[in-house]
């Protein structure tokens, strides 16, 4: 169960958000507060405290609160953006976290990782190999997993941003996989949900406690999220979706 949930704010500088999908144009900030409204909402509806801080202006990606932290039932680790544009949001979060956790620990140069690449299943994390996460920063999460009697394995990557931009688990066995991970063999043992290319963004849910989280405007990826008996939230999160964003990143969840 999820007690806490941790958001961050859009800054009027989300549209320089990074996004390899320019073509969707650039998120309007008035919308983009908005759907971060009802995302807290529909976080309310699963149970959950959640504390909203401020956005950065500095920081274009920093609604992306998920990225800079991996909170675990026994430690938080700050972590260490890859990418260059978000190196310090990280700073921010250690106060914030430290109101919740006893034991914080931090990924250390040469390493990087971001949030975004780590999948909790229980008390083991994948961690995803992406252009934001080194081998350097993951082993330094499997050995502070570790130290607190969990476990961490790594997932070689080739496309996707994030590894939770084509996973997401939802307990009891049921995984949610798309594009390079639908015939990964590190998966091979779930109950796989597989979204359709055409709906790929969707992969991007998140479960909280009795619901799913899941995009608003994907009907097949919600369809067989219900068909597998579990109730679903939607939320709108398409100014995100124009910088890379989901509904996983814009959240800690612990
Ligand atoms: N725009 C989200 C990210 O690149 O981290």
């Known amino acids: 169960m999820f ?34 409204d009802s995302y807290i909402e529909a976080l309310k509806t699963c149970g959950v405290e959640v504390q909203v801080l401020n956005g950065a202006e500095e920081y274009p990606d920093s609604c992306f609160v998920e990225d800079v932290a991996v909170c675990t039932r026994s430690f938080a680790m700050v972590t260490s953006p ?70 961490g394995s790594v997932i070689e990557m080739k496309e996707m941003l994030h590894l939770k931009t084509g996973l997401a688990y939802l307990e009891d066995n049921v995984l949610l996989v798309a594009g390079e991970f639908i015939e990964h063999p590190a998966f091979s043992d779930y109950k796989k949900i597989v979204i359709p290319e055409d709906e790929s963004y969707a992969a991007n849910c998140i479960r909280v406690n009795d619901y799913v ?42």
């Open 82 to 151: 890859g990418a260059a544009t978000r190196k310090g949001e990280e700073k921010e979060m250690i106060e914030v976290l430290k109101g919740y956790y006893e034991n914080l620990e931090y990924i250390k140069a040469p390493g990087t990782l971001e949030g975004g690449d780590v999948m909790m299943v229980g008390d083991h994390y994948y961690i995803g190999l992406s252009d934001r996460t080194n081998q350097e920063g993951a082993q330094q999460l499997i050995d502070a997993l570790m130290k607190y009697d969990m476990q």
């Open 3 to 36: 007690k806490n949930v941790i958001v961050r704010k859009p800054s009027k500088s989300l549209s320089n958000g990074i996004t390899s999908n320019p073509q969707y144009g650039q998120p309007i900030y008035e919308n983009a507060l908005l759907q971060h």
């Open 213 to 254: 989280l899941v995009p608003t405007g994907y009907p097949k990826t919600q369809e067989a999220i219900e068909a597998a008996g579990l109730k679903v939230i939607n939320v709108d999160t398409s100014e995100y979706k124009k910088v890379d964003g989901g509904l996983s990143c814009l959240s800690l969840r612990f």
